[in-house]
């Protein structure tokens, strides 16, 4: 099955600045990869997503990358602020027919931005 | 607010009982999946129902089942628990076949088990 790596698990940056996550994926078949935020006693919020036939979606300070030969994709946030401080996980879903579009979550990455 | 409702916000029982976890999905969504986030485990996917009808599981106990009824809402069914199963269990819903993956999570129920 799916195999979602997310690096780092904890990320630590000032207001500001940029923060980057990362996450690697084994199964060739995935071909939708979403982000989602999640913040202290809530359930996971959808922030961005992109599927394989496109290689960089952005949303104004958030976007996200896909190299599909190196089975990676990234997270990038700019400007970040306070209101940024959450987790982050990434995902993959393969189609496998049908409306079976299970998400296979990366661990998660906790960032904190310091005013 | 994502449109998925769950209840109960928060369960407390003792091992061996068997509670049940109710999630209303979003309006005009058919998909219904399940998840569980444990800290050691992270988001693990369980089941996913779509339109009444099971149609993947994930790693899912025995102990555990579910259900999608005729108006959408779905069940988790948790039995003979184990202090192992005390997490977080997330309902997510989506349209299902016109969007690819966009599964809008709800709220949770935290499950104790002592």
């Known amino acids: 099955g799916e195999n979602v790596e997310q690096h780092p698990s904890t990320l630590s940056v000032q207001e500001g600045d940029s923060a980057v996550i990362k996450c690697t994926y084994s199964d060739s078949a995935s071909n939708y990869f979403p982000w989602y935020k999640q913040e202290l006693g809530k359930g996971p919020q959808l922030i961005i997503d992109i599927r394989s036939n496109v290689g960089e979606k952005k949303d104004q300070r958030i976007a996200v990358t896909l190299n599909k030969t190196a089975k990676h994709f990234s997270l990038h946030i700019t400007e970040t602020q306070p209101e940024d401080s959450a987790v982050y996980f990434c995902?993959?879903?393969?189609?496998?027919?049908?409306?079976?579009?299970?998400?296979?979550f990366g661990k998660g990455t906790l960032l904190t931005v310091n005013p | 607010d994502s449109g998925v409702t769950q209840t109960p916000k928060h369960l407390i029982t003792a091992t061996g009982q068997r509670v049940t976890l109710r999630c209303s999905p979003r309006?005009?969504?058919?998909?219904v999946y399940w998840y569980q986030q444990s800290l050691d485990q992270g988001l693990q996917f369980l089941i996913q129902?779509?339109?009444?009808?099971?149609?993947a599981k994930g790693n899912i106990l025995e102990r555990f089942s579910a259900q999608q009824f005729p108006d959408l809402h779905s069940e988790l069914n948790l039995s003979s628990l184990e202090l192992g199963d005390s997490a977080l269990y997330f309902c997510?819903?989506?349209?299902?076949?016109?969007?690819?993956?966009?599964?809008?999570f709800g709220p949770g129920t935290r499950l104790t088990v002592l």
């Open positions: 997510a819903s989506s349209v299902g076949l016109a969007q690819q993956g966009e599964q809008f």
């Open positions: 309006s005009g969504d058919l998909s």
């Open positions: 129902y779509y339109n009444g009808e099971e149609r």
């Open positions: 995902a993959a879903s393969p189609r496998s027919g049908g409306s079976n579009y299970k998400l296979t």
